[in-house]
C-alpha cells in the first residue's frame, strides 16, 4: 500500500495537477487509489467537486499535522494512497513526510525554484533520521519546450541530495482545461502529448520506486 506525497513549500508549481492525473493514470491501471488533500487551500477538493459523474477514487481533505497518524487506518483498502501536500504549512508538510513511502518534489524549470527546493529538502532529511526507507525524487514540471532553462533545470537540481525522475511533464493547456471540470488529461484526451507525458511519468515513479525497493542495504 504504498503512500505518493507531491510535497513543495513553494507554491504554485503544480503539485495538485501533477497528484490528479497521476492518481487518475493508477486508476486506470487497476490500482484502488486513495487521494488525501492536506492543503489546507484544498484545490484537490474542489477539482473533485467540479466533476460530473462517477468519481475514479475518493478525495478527502486532511491538512492536519495528525495525518501521519491516521492514514495507516483511512488508506488500508487501497493500493496506492496520494498525497497532495500544502505549501508553507511546516507542520502538516513535515507530517505528510512521515506518512509516505515516496515524496515527489514537483519543481518547474526556473530558478527560484530551485532554490526554493531547499526547503523541503531539507524537511525530508529530517525525516529520513526517523524514516530510513523514506523515497524522494524531483520531477520536472511545467516545462517550456525547447528552452535552454528546460534542458538545464536537472543540471541545476544536481546539488542536492535527491535524483531528478527522467519523464518530465511540459507546460501544456490542457490541464487547465481538464481541472476545471474535475477531470484529467488522461480521461479527455488519452492520446494526447499530455497524457502521454503523464503516463512515462507514472512509469518512471513507478521503476523509481521499484528499483529503490529492491535496492541492498
Avoid at 13 to 22: F, Q, R, S
Wanted: charged share 20%; hydrophobic share 50%; glycine share 6%.
Amino acid at each position: 500500500m504504498p503512500v505518493l506525497s507531491f510535497l513543495n513549500q513553494k507554491g504554485g508549481v503544480g503539485k495538485t495537477t501533477l497528484a490528479t492525473n497521476i492518481a487518475t493514470a493508477l486508476a486506470q491501471q487497476g490500482h484502488k487509489v486513495f487521494f488525501i488533500d492536506a492543503d489546507p487551500q484544498g484545490s484537490a477538493l474542489d477539482w473533485a467537486g467540479a466533476r460530473e459523474g462517477e468519481a475514479l477514487f475518493p478525495v478527502v481533505g486532511l491538512p492536519k499535522e495528525t495525518l501521519h497518524r491516521e492514514i495507516a487506518a483511512l488508506s488500508a483498502p487501497y493500493a496506492w494512497t496520494i498525497i497532495d501536500g500544502p505549501p508553507r504549512v511546516h507542520t502538516v508538510a513535515k507530517s505528510a513526510i512521515v506518512a509516505s513511502d515516496m515524496v515527489l518534489i514537483p519543481v518547474q524549470p526556473s530558478p527560484y525554484d530551485v532554490w526554493a527546493a531547499k526547503e523541503v529538502v531539507d524537511l525530508i532529511g529530517e525525516v529520513h533520521v526517523i524514516k530510513e526507507d523514506l523515497k524522494a525524487a524531483f520531477a520536472v514540471n511545467r516545462k517550456i519546450v525547447g528552452t535552454a532553462i528546460g534542458r538545464d533545470v536537472a543540471e541545476a537540481l544536481a546539488g542536492y541530495p535527491l535524483p531528478v525522475l527522467a519523464a518530465t511533464i511540459s507546460q501544456r493547456i490542457a490541464f487547465a482545461e481538464t481541472a476545471a471540470i474535475g477531470l484529467s488529461v488522461l480521461e479527455v484526451d488519452p492520446q494526447g502529448q499530455a497524457a502521454i507525458e503523464i503516463r512515462s511519468l507514472v512509469s518512471a515513479i513507478l521503476e523509481f520506486f521499484t528499483h529503490e525497493q529492491d535496492r541492498p542495504d
